[in-house]
């Protein structure tokens, strides 16, 4: 059984920062990349950004490109998405996911965390 936990959301003021992190246990696993998600109540989840495990490259959506930043720290099994100048439409339940070796979709999912952005 593989698990993914995030951690990190809050109750923040627009233009601050916050830093989200997914850690990865369980079973273990070949990843080919890991990404966030977010979705706000009755709208469809969205792609924010993503990463191949390897490293290399990464890509985010338009809304969050130059504000938002994916990395990862293979040694502690960990995803970072560390968000700047938020703003209130960044508010949202933020999921990470894992897309596993062989496979075309996100295989994993974590809970999700909340991140609020007050104006």
């Known amino acids: 059984q593989v698990q993914l936990v995030e951690s990190g959301g809050g109750l923040v003021q627009a233009g601050s920062s916050l830093r989200l992190s997914c850690a990865a246990s369980?079973?273990?696993?070949?990843?080919?990349?890991m990404a966030w998600f977010r979705q706000t109540a009755g709208k469809e989840r969205e792609f924010v950004a993503s990463?191949?495990?390897?490293?290399?490259?990464?890509y985010y959506s338009d809304s969050v490109k130059d504000r938002f930043t994916i990395s990862r720290d293979k040694a502690q099994n960990t995803v970072y998405l560390r968000m700047s100048d938020l703003k209130p439409e960044d508010t949202a339940v933020y999921y990470c996911?894992?897309?596993?070796?062989?496979?075309?979709?996100?295989?994993?999912w974590g809970q999700g965390t909340q991140v609020t952005v007050s104006s």
């Open positions: 369980g079973r273990a696993f070949h990843r080919v990349a």
């Open positions: 996911a894992a897309q596993a070796v062989g496979s075309s979709n996100y295989n994993y």
């Open positions: 990463m191949r495990w390897s490293g290399g490259n990464t």
